[in-house]
T-cell receptor, first 117, second 111 residues
């Protein structure tokens, strides 16, 4: 398995532009998470999906952020308009839903380093 | 508000010695804990886990200890190797689907 695949690896954009980050979870994983890594808060959960349905988006910082999961193999995180303070590394992770006494850990992608100038 | 805290942003240890990374949590409902290791420019990778029914779990050079009364867990690496130099995150879950992560501790193992 290729693991969780994120694209692009690096994104540099100007303030005010729209940015779209992409994620392909591991096949068979039915839970997907978007995290943002910052120095102050570490790995901060933005939103997660179970079976393609958004479950908790309370971590999304503002209305400028939106995420979709149109099918089990693809998700996007969009920032519109982008601001310099959005500069961070954004990680996507996937896992199987926990159940029957089993708890599954995440598999993370390699991240997208976003720089907004 | 951080429910999982790693109060030491960095740690340096001599090769061959023990590395001890600490993590505290505030939510008494947390019952499953993970440690992740992260190298620069890579995503975090799973290292070791422990559930609340145990107080110790060991995997090779890595041992995780859980003190439920103190809401504290620690990761011991013995002996430390230069390749262990990375950022270590602890994470906790309360049976739901969501893990809460700490801010990470950067470990440097000095050859």
């Amino acid at each position: 398995d290729a693991g969780v695949i994120q694209s692009p690896r690096h994104e540099v954009t100007e303030m005010g532009q729209e940015v779209t980050l992409r994620c392909k979870p591991i096949s068979g994983h039915n839970s997907l998470f978007w995290y943002r890594q910052t120095m102050m808060r570490g790995l901060e959960l933005l939103i997660y999906f179970n079976n393609n349905v958004p479950i908790d988006d309370s971590g999304m910082p503002e209305d400028r952020f939106s995420a979709k999961m149109p099918n089990a193999s693809f998700s996007t995180l969009k920032i519109q308009p982008s601001e310099p303070r959005d500069s961070a590394v954004y990680f996507c992770a996937s896992r199987r839903l926990s159940g029957q006494g089993r708890v599954y850990g995440y598999t993370f992608g390699s991240g997208t380093r976003l720089t907004v100038v | 508000d951080q429910q999982v805290k790693q109060n030491s942003p960095s740690l340096s240890v001599q090769e061959g010695r023990i590395s001890i990374l600490n993590c505290d949590y505030t939510n008494s409902m947390f019952d499953y804990f993970l440690w992740y290791k992260k190298y620069p420019a890579e995503g975090p990778t799973f290292l070791i886990s422990i559930s609340s029914i145990k107080d110790k779990n060991e995997d090779g050079r890595f041992t995780v200890f859980l003190n439920k009364s103190a809401k504290h867990l620690s990761l011991h690496i013995v002996p430390s190797q230069p390749g262990d130099s990375a950022v270590y995150f602890c994470a906790a879950s309360g049976g739901g689907n969501q893990f809460y992560f700490g801010t990470g501790t950067s470990l440097t193992v000095i050859p």
